[in-house]
């Protein structure tokens, strides 16, 4: 009985003292071994734990995503040394592993080189690929104990900057022995993403406490974190600055740090610990908040109308909507008659009122998307797209009549021509025919049925019967998912049109991985078959960019040019809503692109309510 | 009985044999691949997933995975799960059957044992008031749509009248600061339940030498709750009482909600059954010798109903897979049916044939089960 | 009983006794209040769900009279992409407009469940017949001819039955496109070739032993001819009384299947409670607000399964003599 009283005590006693926030997951994280969770896991829910455990040389800052030093001590300096670019990087020197050791260049030098050797020679594989490009990335020097030179055979913001630099740094001394322990075995790579990483030094902020399977983790602030105190400032004129009086690094960039502050904030963390609850249902993680068991909910897809309806009518319970950094588009497959034709794609994207679908259809629950850059991604987002694209602000009656002429250009004709008078279809369109005399039996539009995603599901069938309408024969096919991927990906290219959705990286490299024609192979991202040579060359310059803004100028072209060729028609999105309770958790703030468990819920910077 | 049990087994090993094959060759045949979900990462090159496929070992034609399959089921390796690589599938299994288990026993025989109350009532009293009732509000929440079911019963219990703990299977707070797993204690509660079964399968064994009704009753009730007394002070001794209290606090509305749902089932099996014994003769005779009514019902009649009701009992525990899949994911309750949903949803084929096999293998040995059950109880049949 | 007199051949007189039999067979039912009941709602159901073409009809004339073209581009009462636009927040309460309200898409609720009517009628009975044919026919056969085929079917039917059959269409849906009449088809041959099999051969095999079989084998009668003419009407009623249990085990599936989100059914009463689900309306205080959202559904579901049960336990009272009151 003693003992028990004594475990009462002891659980009261940690609920009065320490500071602990709970949050909700709907799934479990799979493993917090990193090489598992780049390699062949990567799954969104370990991410958010694995998030506060490590760091990178460059990060994004918050709010503003600008690219700024972590573990690096200054932006990197650029040169050409024979027919290899080295990127020279200053390490901070106030930094230590959770262990007590000094973070130095041996880490940083490890880690890069061994990630490329295992990349090379036993195929790790997975998210390891995005920081390191064997194609690219040769080498990492170290040249004192905090300094490191990174060779590269061409420069690429994409490649460089957005990729090994920010790649997570392990610690050499836990991993070396390790590593080398897994080499000898016959399965290299199983047994590294087996290893139990309970005791793994870390350079983050949380370390693992407890991992109760299928109920809850716990992870514990570390108290020696390198970031603790340290004020990061943006500033209105595009400048950032970083200041840590506790160990004295300063560090400032993007112009002069002086005028009006946009954001200003002081790293923590300022909980002692946090939970990660498992609910295995939407609904049990929202009675959960409104009960007040959990602060937070971790949802990639955000709160659905039914779900915000309610937590808008609870007290302490606070709602934030954010836009995505993703779209959900149509694919025309550009290998096929009649998708090939220009005009034909126009002429469809013509009909797609996606203001009517967005506001009126979807009862506001979604967002109108223009172009391949989602509006949300402010800084590379060409608001040109917008009046590019064919139909822009028209009535119904007008979309029609663009759609109409627009096929009849191309030398389409009609069985039955459809007659439109002001709004309404006085007679609809019947057997369509090709501009070579040929008639237009079925085309397919595949799209995911309402079980995975009742909006796509919705706007397929108003396609169809728009459309239709007009006399393109346009059957929408509610399908399995992986039955669409199937068809796109394997079968290969065995589709007219599909509808699905990207979510996508800040830096928008995907416009040349979705449309450069050498990605047109079987099975890789060029599904639409797109080849333009204009295009190519464009986007080509553009990864192989190493000044920002020459990149921004290239990238609003490609945009440009793919809002008129349409090998997508970007229809919209959803915005990502949340929920917290005010009584318990303060966030640093609330508006950040895809939401705040984009940034796995600012684990440093939030706090508990009073 | 030795050799009709050899024959039972002979016969089960190729069943089992052929039915993993279709398991196997039909999970093979599913379109797509969990490879699938880096289709949603441009930066996951044809290569690097090609990569990954030699890593799933993808790369080799089927047959020769088929083959190998089969090899490693013959020592009980079921293979590498995809969204956990490389975490050995048995280890999955293992992880989460405690869990599924212990929910679905107690659910089944708390039905079962409602079940059968109501059955031998609403039979004795047939096309009266009380069988009419049972009847019909049995056979109401039997077709009610059973998310519907749990998500009032949640919303009710849970959040308007609050008694009971809101889904998970354990309240984190009180569990954070405990150095043994969750998992621990439920194979103590597991291995507790078993302990209780076996004392009293002896005390039932040994009351049958008895002379007196008086002295098989004092000594059923005096040992069964010694053992309940017993094993709640160990409990209370090891000091992790409270945390077996929280779980079963827990699962106290998922077992309310099942039983509510399925007691319609065996209450019907065991009506339909004690209206066919009551015809017997000896019901007659015992009626006619003037036995009271409530004797008669439940030491004569109920007693020889009661044996199609425990194979019925045997078998339903074969389907805890299926009958999972809803029930944990309404209430929170990472079992095996959930992992059933998440490796489908996933695609990992591994997992997916892993699990559909070790359900095989239960539901066969229940059959074996209820085969030997039947032919220790039933004294007609004779192999 | 019947079978002693049938080994008569006339059709006339086995006409004449199926009448009789179906006059007793009546006034034991007629006394059985709860497979009333369940009749009862069938009928009703079956109406409900026939008069759906007029619905959208009587509503056009009603509150659509002034606004042709908006009814034209809108469709109102379409049960798949109708939209309301007169209503700014869907989901709307229950109005004239719209008796049992509009779900987050803004369609007609009522118009949903009774568009699905019907075909959760001939989901449920498309399975059941498949069933039910392919059992009786198989348990017949196995029956009559024992040895091989007799074997064979039997270990069909154990590893059929092996299979969780939620589990295992679950894994159908990912490459069988499931529509609803794949879905009874195979919810049909799942059953049909599993336990229903057992239970039929088992009766069966009770006919086998009769006479009038081994009369019927003397006078030189084929196989064939014993097993339809005598041995299948004999399971008949059997058949027919699982036919009628296994309608609501096709419904429920369906509706579990559609609640995951695996068929491919564009309407169903499953389909309806899903939408609620999956737009955040079925949980906590949501459930008593929006309660059209689930309800009509939910109840349809429970009405119309639970009314297949109780006629299917009415039935069996009077086919099973067993279960006959004394």
Known sequence: MKKVFAVLMLVVAVFVFAQTVNWA??????????????????????????????????????????????????????????????????????????DGTKFSADDVVWTMNTVRKLIVDYGLGGNWASYVDPDYFVKAEKIDDFTVKIYFKEPSLAKANFGTLMMPILQKKYWEPKVEAALKTGNPLQTIYNYDVSDEPILGAFLLKKWEKGAFIEVNARKDYFDTGSV?????????????????????????????????????????????????????????????????????????????????????????????????????????????????????????????????????????????????????????VEKLSPGYGMSSGDRRKLAIDLLKQA??????????????????????????????????????????????????????????????????????????????????????????????????????????????????????????????????????????????????????????????????DTPVTEAFRTDQIIFPYEKTLSGLQYVNGAPTLVKAAK | MLRFLSKRVVQIVILLFIYVTIVFWLMEALPGSFL???????????????????QFGFDKPVLTRYLYYMKNFLVLDLGVSFSYFPKKVTSIIFERLPRTVFLFVTSTLVSYAFGYTLGKRSAWRRGKVIDQVTTFTGIVF??????????????????????????????????????????????????????????????????????????????????????????????????????????????????????????AGSMLVMRDTMLDVIREDYITTAKAKGLPDKVVRDKHAARNALLPLMTNFVISLGFTISGGIITETMFSWPGLGRAYLEALSQQDTPLLIGLLVFTGVFVLIAHLVADILYAFLDPRIRY | MVEAIIKEPLWKIRLKLWARSFKTGWELFREKKLALFGLSVIIFFAIFGLV???YPSIMRAVFWKDDPFGYQTFAPYDPIIGFDPHIMNHPSPPSLRHPLGTDPLGRDILSMIMYSTPREFILGITAALITVVIGTIIGASCAYYGGVIDTFFMRLADIVMLFPSLALLMVLSAFIDLTLFRLALIIGMLSGFGSITLVLKAQALTIKVRPFIEAAKSTGASDAYIIFRHIIPNILPLSFLYMMLNVTGAIFTEA???????????????????????????????????????????????????????????????????????
């Open chain 1, 25 to 98: 997951f709907l799934q479990e994280p799979i493993s917090l071994n990193i090489w598992d969770y780049l390699g062949p896991n990567a799954t969104v829910w370990t991410g958010y734990v694995m998030g506060p455990r490590i760091a990178g040389l460059y990060s994004y800052s918050d709010v503003r995503f600008d690219w700024i030093p972590a573990l690096a001590a200054d932006l990197p300096d650029l040169e050409q040394v024979g027919n290899e670019w080295v990127y020279t990087v200053k390490l901070r020197t106030d930094v230590t592993w959770s």
């Open chain 1, 232 to 384: 990061l400032t943006l500033y209105k004129n595009g400048a950032v600055s970083i200041k840590n009086p506790n160990t004295g690094f300063e560090w400032s960039g993007y112009g002069e740090p002086k005028g009006e502050k946009q954001l200003e904030l002081v790293t923590g963390p300022y909980v002692d610990s946090i939970i990660y609850r498992m609910y295995l249902n939407r609904a049990a993680a929202i009675t959960a908040l409104i009960n007040g068991d959990v602060s937070f909910i971790f949802n990639p897809l955000g709160l659905q109308k039914g779900e915000a309806d309610q937590l808008a009518k609870v007290a302490n319970v606070k709602l934030i909507s954010n836009s995505v950094n993703g779209f959900r588009y149509m694919c025309f497959n550009m290998r096929r008659f009649p998708m090939n034709i220009k005009e034909f794609r126009q002429a469809i994207a013509a009909l797609i009122d996606r203001e009517f679908l967005t506001s009126r259809v979807l009862g506001g629950q979604a967002f109108p998307q223009y172009g391949v850059v989602p509006s949300g991604n402010v800084f590379w987002y060409n608001p040109n």
């Open chain 1, 411 to 572: 030398g389409f004709k009609w069985v039955v021509e459809p007659k439109i008078e002001g709004n309404n279809v006085v007679r609809q369109g019947r057997g369509l025919i090709a501009p070579n005399g040929q008639r237009i039996d079925q085309i397919e539009l595949l799209a995911p049925g309402a079980g995975y995603d009742p909006m796509r599901a919705t706007i397929a069938l108003y396609v169809e019967r728009w459309a239709n309408e007009i006399g393109i024969p346009i059957k929408a096919n509610l399908v399995d998912f992986n039955l669409i991927v199937q068809r796109v990906f394997d079968e290969p290219f065995n589709f007219d049109i599909y509808m699905l959705g990207w979510s996508l990286g800040y830096y928008p490299d995907h416009v040349a991985d979705f449309f450069h024609s050498k990605r047109a192979g079987v099975g890789d991202f060029n599904a639409a078959g797109y080849n333009n040579p204009e295009f190519d060359k464009l986007a080509d310059q553009f990864l192989a960019a190493s000044d920002i803004d020459k990149a921004r100028e290239l990238s609003f072209k490609l945009q440009e040019i793919l809002a008129q060729d349409l090998p997508y028609v970007v229809i919209f």
């Open chain 2, 36 to 54: 699938d979900k880096y289709l949603m990462n441009p930066k996951i090159t044809p290569e690097i997933r090609e990569n990954l496929k030699r």
């Open chain 2, 142 to 263: 039997w077709t009610i749509f059973l998310p519907l079911l749990a998500i009032f019963n949640i919303w009710l219990f849970g959040v308007i009248l609050g008694i009971l703990p809101l889904n998970q299977f354990i309240d984190p707070n009180l569990w954070r600061n405990v150095s043994f797993s969750a998992q621990d204690l439920f194979l103590k509660l597991l291995l507790n339940a078993f302990i209780f079964l076996i004392v009293f399968l002896t005390i039932m064994i040994i009351s049958r030498r008895l002379k007196t009704i008086n002295a098989k009753r004092i000594l059923l009730y005096v040992s069964l709750i010694g053992t309940i007394i017993i094993s709640i002070s160990i409990w209370i001794l090891s000091g992790r009482a409270i945390y077996a209290w929280d779980i079963i606090k827990h699962m106290v509305l998922p077992v309310f909600t099942l039983t509510l749902y399925s007691f």
């Open chain 3, 52 to 54: 759906y073409p007029l």
């Open chain 3, 256 to 326: 579990t299947l559609s609640f995951l989100g695996l068929a491919n059914i564009r309407m169903s009463w499953g389909v309806i409670i899903q939408m609620a689900e999956s737009s955040g309306y079925l949980m906590g205080a949501s459930i008593g607000t929006y309660w059209w959202l689930w309800l009509p559904a939910g109840a349809c579901i429970t009405l119309l399964c639970s009314a297949f049960y109780f006629l299917g336990r009415g039935l069996e009272e009077i086919v099973n003599p067993r279960l006959r009151k004394r």
